[in-house]
């Protein structure tokens, strides 16, 4: 296919996925003229375009531009599929190897990123279908699946089968197929203050007895 149609082609699922997947979106010049996210991405597909031809200058150059510009940086060398959405998207960097399917979603303040311990592919591949909440970090090159969710706030350092959900520092699965797996009850989280306390209380009133 010829390269601009091609362009194209992405840039209108682009603009018809924001639409789809932001209830705040009230029509397509709004999302054309005064979302950062989709914005940061037309730059990285031009970017990507340049990098592919070994323009590696100017690939970086466009890809600093959009970082200045929009507040989210993505490696002119990362590969990202159809109908990426990042929402709000301030604080979001994409590392050079990273891979991403289609039909992602991510928020604000997601990293993906490496540890520093790695060398060649460094940055998680994300499979299709998968959200990624605000301030989440997924770090190393591993393989986030197809379908599967991270919390927001989580730290992934590990692999994430398909169909799952993970929360936390670091990230654990908590739901795989729909199911379940974990027993952390994250509502009644006890109180260790509060125990200690009372603790401390109980002891007091045996020494005035």
């Given at each position: 296919m010829?390269?601009?149609?091609?362009?194209?082609e992405?840039?209108?699922?682009?603009?018809?996925?924001?639409?789809?997947?932001?209830?705040?979106?009230?029509?397509?010049?709004?999302?054309?003229?005064?979302?950062?996210?989709?914005?940061?991405?037309?730059?990285?597909r031009?970017?990507?375009?340049?990098?592919?031809?070994?323009?590696?200058?100017?690939?970086?150059?466009?890809?600093?531009?959009?970082?200045?510009?929009?507040?989210?940086?993505?490696?002119?060398?990362?590969?990202?599929?159809?109908?990426?959405?990042?929402?709000?998207g301030?604080?979001?960097?994409?590392?050079?190897?990273t891979?991403?399917?289609?039909?992602?979603?991510i928020?604000?303040?997601?990293?993906?990123g490496?540890?520093?311990?790695?060398?060649?592919?460094?940055?998680?591949?994300?499979?299709?279908?998968v959200?990624?909440?605000?301030?989440?970090?997924?770090?190393?090159?591993?393989?986030?699946?197809?379908?599967?969710?991270?919390?927001?706030?989580?730290?992934?350092?590990?692999?994430?089968?398909d169909?799952?959900?993970?929360?936390?520092?670091?990230?654990?699965?908590?739901?795989?197929?729909?199911?379940?797996?974990?027993?952390?009850?994250?509502?009644?989280?006890p109180?260790?203050?509060?125990?200690?306390?009372?603790?401390?209380?109980?002891?007091?009133?045996?020494?005035?007895k």
């Amino acid at each position: 296919m010829n390269p601009v149609f091609k362009m194209l082609e992405y840039l209108h699922e682009d603009v018809k996925c924001v639409k789809e997947r932001d209830p705040a979106a009230r029509g397509t010049a709004e999302v054309l003229l005064l979302y950062p996210g989709l914005h940061a991405i037309w730059y990285y597909r031009v970017a990507h375009y340049f990098q592919n031809r070994k323009f590696y200058f100017i690939a970086r150059a466009i890809s600093q531009r959009a970082a200045k510009k929009t507040g989210i940086e993505i490696h002119p060398a990362a590969t990202i599929g159809h109908r990426f959405f990042i929402d709000h998207g301030h604080g979001v960097v994409i590392g050079e190897t990273t891979e991403i399917g289609d039909d992602v979603t991510i928020y604000q303040g997601v990293t993906l990123g490496g540890t520093g311990k790695d060398k060649g592919k460094r940055h998680p591949t994300i499979g299709n279908n998968v959200m990624i909440g605000a301030g989440a970090k997924v770090l190393g090159p591993f393989r986030v699946g197809d379908n599967s969710n991270v919390a927001a706030g989580a730290v992934v350092l590990d692999e994430i089968p398909d169909n799952c959900t993970a929360v936390g520092v670091p990230a654990q699965i908590v739901r795989r197929d729909g199911v379940r797996v974990d027993d952390l009850d994250q509502i009644h989280v006890p109180d260790p203050v509060r125990n200690e306390l009372a603790s401390l209380q109980r002891q007091i009133d045996e020494l005035k007895k």
